[in-house]
Protein backbone atom coordinates (compact mmCIF):
# COMPACT_ATOMS: atom_id res chain seq x y z
CA UNK A 1 0.00 0.00 0.00
CA UNK A 2 1.13 3.80 -0.49
CA UNK A 3 -0.13 6.50 1.51
CA UNK A 4 0.88 9.82 0.94
CA UNK A 5 1.98 12.21 3.94
CA UNK A 6 -0.09 14.34 6.08
CA UNK A 7 2.14 17.44 6.17
CA UNK A 8 4.52 17.20 3.35
CA UNK A 9 3.10 16.47 0.24
CA UNK A 10 6.46 15.67 -1.56
CA UNK A 11 6.57 12.84 0.49
CA UNK A 12 5.34 9.11 1.01
CA UNK A 13 4.78 5.87 2.54
CA UNK A 14 5.44 2.60 1.19
CA UNK A 15 3.90 -0.14 3.45
CA UNK A 16 6.23 -3.11 3.45
CA UNK A 17 4.72 -6.54 6.09
CA UNK A 18 2.70 -3.19 8.27
CA UNK A 19 5.93 -1.50 8.17
CA UNK A 20 5.99 1.83 6.56
CA UNK A 21 9.11 3.13 4.70
CA UNK A 22 9.28 6.95 3.42
CA UNK A 23 10.56 8.35 0.41
CA UNK A 24 11.02 11.38 -1.04
CA UNK A 25 10.41 12.63 -4.05
CA UNK A 26 12.73 13.95 -6.15
CA UNK A 27 13.44 18.17 -5.93
CA UNK A 28 10.74 20.28 -7.31
CA UNK A 29 8.05 17.54 -7.36
CA UNK A 30 4.85 16.69 -5.29
CA UNK A 31 3.62 13.27 -4.78
CA UNK A 32 -0.07 13.00 -6.70
CA UNK A 33 -1.77 9.89 -4.65
CA UNK A 34 -4.34 8.97 -7.19
CA UNK A 35 -1.47 8.20 -9.63
CA UNK A 36 0.98 7.20 -7.32
CA UNK A 37 3.92 9.17 -8.87
CA UNK A 38 5.26 12.20 -8.13
CA UNK A 39 4.94 14.92 -10.25
CA UNK A 40 6.40 18.84 -11.45
CA UNK A 41 4.81 21.11 -8.86
CA UNK A 42 3.98 22.97 -11.63
CA UNK A 43 1.73 20.36 -12.85
CA UNK A 44 -0.17 19.03 -9.38
CA UNK A 45 -3.19 20.32 -8.29
CA UNK A 46 -4.32 21.12 -4.83
CA UNK A 47 -7.05 18.57 -5.31
CA UNK A 48 -4.19 15.86 -6.74
CA UNK A 49 -2.74 15.78 -3.50
Given at each position: ?36 VCDWE ?8
Amino acid sequence: MIFPDAEDPAVFYICSNRIPHRFACPEHTLFVAAERVCDWEWKVKGEDL
